[in-house]
């Protein structure tokens, strides 16, 4: 889809929204394609052509393959993130579970950007794309971390947390290509399991016991 | 280094062990820069001079970086998995113990073959890569199964298998990256964090009641 030449007088908000929408269009395009390929066997042109846009159009806002690629996984990223924020001020554990449940509200209407964002799995990776991925974790760890009134935490807590992060990508992952587990089930087993794991630290760890408490009203053990 | 004319006798078990040695050289040069510099910015010649070995020989053995990145990470999975396979016939939980103290003898003697398998390289390249990646994933999914006699898991059981199989993984990298926490000690949260997560599948699925049962002789609930 080529620019046509404008004879009016422009209006700018208007043909920015439209800009907006193209490049968000083209991006839609790509992640649905990179979720479900891998990015060596997703051209331009498919992008171009499943967004029916041009191969031109696509280089013009995005320069190039990887720069779309890099742009789609930040829009999923960004998105993602935008869920997350606490929304309320319930007990800890309703606060917990309304998370876990906006997560998968991103999971499941948004499964391509998910999976390509995700694909890799719980491990880091390298350059760019590593960053929006651990960009990702580390916010969400703060997010959770600061939720939880946690300052520094401890090395076990620290270490259960991030664990029990890469759980629920892994479950994310696990719904989407299996769809055997009713959704609100998967979503009270990821709050008990944060609760199971954080009893398991409690037992060596008093920052743990106190996070454990504040959580369940439960006392340290 | 292009095959020299044979005028001897050839002696193929001598000289086909050099040739062995020399390609694990080049590997374990590739894997110990491939874990600390994203892949791109890893070139032939950095690989070479590392080995002490050409840039010809480099590409003699493996006919370029892509090739030799995958040689390099398919030769960590293989070690890793050989660690992994089942050694004695102790109860379960200390098999569990046991298997998870040679994955960490892994994480430690072969740092950065870990780092290397499980940062997984840049996206774009995440085809084979994604593939030996998940191949470890799943065969090691499999040895559990195996190990615990679980002929088909359920869904529960097969999500919270896989969120713990997440959670080595991550708990591997904070290892590496903070060494905060005794081995022994996270190896213990490990096997603990294994049996919190089957006692909450266990709540609503009856194969990981008789799983956890298995594991530590506590009568299903």
Known sequence: MTELPVTETPRPARRRLSVDRRREELITAALELFSRRDAEHVSIDDVA????????????????????????????????????????????????????????????????????????????????????????????FLLIQRQMRVAEPSPVLRATLRSWIASVETAGLDWLENRDIERAELERLLVEDMVALLGVAARRDGEAARLLHALTGDQPG
């Open 49 to 140: 052509s499943a967004a029916g846009a041009s191969r031109a159009l696509v280089y013009h806002y995005f320069g190039g393959k990887q720069e779309l690629y890099v742009a789609a996984l930040r829009s999923a990223a960004e998105l993602l993130e935008s869920r997350l924020r606490p929304q309320g001020s319930g007990r800890p554990l309703e606060e917990l579970a309304a998370g876990i449940a906006r997560y998968f509200d991103f999971v499941e209407q948004h499964a391509a950007g998910y999976a390509a964002l995700l694909r890799g799995g719980p491990a880091n990776r390298a350059g760019e794309i590593g960053e929006i991925v651990d960009g990702v974790r580390g916010r969400l």
